[in-house]
Structures are given as structure tokens and as C-alpha cells.
């Protein structure tokens, strides 16, 4: 029997997936890595994006916000600081959140706190857009 990897996805709040595939990609700082069963272990830093569960000709998709990874035994643990499968992402709710986020940027007297959360919000809804339409275009 081939080996294949388990993906463990853990937010603050949940456990938001687990399960099985031959390959992880992941979003990391440094660009894009791709996991197959046997690699060594190794420890990443994540940035928002989407990480992708492959499983012979289906294909998982999920979007992240940061966090990290550590795989080992076969095993890739990816601690984020949010987690959205593809299925539940509501594109509208997304494209209102990013609105929201920008028009937060363009005001002159926020402060830096609050420019920091409309910058990490507008980077998750960028990223829950681009799995959304990842998704979409799968489904065609």
C-alpha cells in the first residue's frame, strides 16, 4: 500500500479538519511547499493563503491566515490563526468583508492597531476569495 500523509488543521478555536492524501501544499513565507509522505521533518512559518489536500484526483482547499507547520511521520500539523474549508466560504460575506477592510485603510485618523486588523483582515479576505474562486473553478 502506498503511504500517504494526514493533515491535522487546528485553529484556536477548533479542530477544524483531519484526514488523509498523498501530497500537502502549504503557504509559506518563502513561497509555496509541497509535502509528500517521507519528507523530513521540518517546522514552517505560514502567511495567508490556501493550503491544498491532495487525494488522488480530488483536491481539498482550504484558506488560512498565518500560523505554522510542523511535519513529521508523515504527518503535517498546521496550527492557523483561522482556517476556512472551500465549501463553507461564502464569497459575497468575503467580498464585504474586504470592502469593509479597505475603506478601514483609507481612513487618515485610525490608529495603528486598528490599521494593523484592516490590514490582516484584508489579507483574509483576499485569501478566502481566492480559495472561493480555486473552488469554483474546480467545480467547472
Do not use: Y
Not at 503511504?3 to 484526514?19: D, I, N, Q, Y
Not at 503557504?27 to 509522505?37: C, N, Q, S
Not at 490563526?81 to 479597505?102: K, N, Y
Amino acid at each position: 500500500m502506498a503511504k500517504r500523509l494526514t493533515l491535522e488543521l487546528v485553529t484556536p478555536e477548533l479542530a477544524a479538519f483531519s484526514g488523509e492524501g498523498d501530497s500537502v501544499v502549504l503557504p509559506a513565507w518563502e513561497g509555496e511547499m509541497g509535502v509528500l509522505p517521507g519528507h523530513a521533518p521540518f517546522l514552517v512559518q505560514l502567511k495567508p493563503g490556501a493550503v491544498r489536500l491532495r487525494d488522488g484526483d480530488e483536491t481539498r482547499l482550504f484558506a488560512v491566515s498565518g500560523g505554522f507547520a510542523e511535519i513529521r511521520d508523515d504527518k503535517v500539523s498546521l496550527f492557523a490563526e483561522t482556517a476556512e474549508m472551500a465549501e463553507a466560504i461564502d464569497g459575497e460575506r468575503a467580498r464585504q468583508a474586504l470592502e469593509r477592510a479597505q475603506a478601514e485603510l483609507k481612513r487618515k485618523e485610525a490608529d495603528s492597531l486598528t490599521m494593523a486588523n484592516a490590514e490582516a483582515a484584508l489579507q483574509r479576505a483576499l485569501v478566502r476569495l481566492k480559495v472561493a474562486e480555486l473552488r469554483k473553478g474546480r467545480r467547472r
